[in-house]
């Protein structure tokens, strides 16, 4: 199993834990909704659990719970700036379509 960050994606979640003045890393996981089935779930992790896995990339910490892995495995995720807007995209290899609006994903 593994999940990936870019650069950008590291140097934002660092940013984003030295601004909270704590946590480990991003917690991504997935929940179902949409109308293709699943979301990415976002969240600072303050803590990891028995029940999570840890990935490191570029100095940055990702936490995913052990029932998410098998809908996340090869996971990259980055940051991106386009104008006024910033976010996190992901590049899973495991999705097989996504909505048009871009907010979920089947697998």
């Known amino acids: 199993m593994s999940i990936q960050l870019t650069e950008a994606a590291a140097r934002r979640i660092q940013s984003q834990l030295t601004g909270r003045g704590r946590g480990v890393g991003l917690r991504v996981g997935v929940k179902k909704s949409g109308c293709s089935g699943y979301a990415y779930a976002l969240d ?14 570029h100095g940055a910490k990702v936490v995913v719970a052990n029932e ?3 809908m996340l495995d090869g996971l990259t995720v980055d940051f991106k700036r ?11 290899p495991n999705v097989s ?3 048009g609006c871009g907010e979920s994903f089947a697998i």
């Open 82 to 92: 386009n104008g006024l807007n910033e976010a996190f995209s992901f590049i899973n």
């Open 68 to 70: 998410c892995l098998q």
């Open 44 to 57: 600072y992790a303050d803590t990891v659990g028995d029940a999570d896995a840890v990935f490191e990339s």
């Open 97 to 99: 379509a996504e909505c």
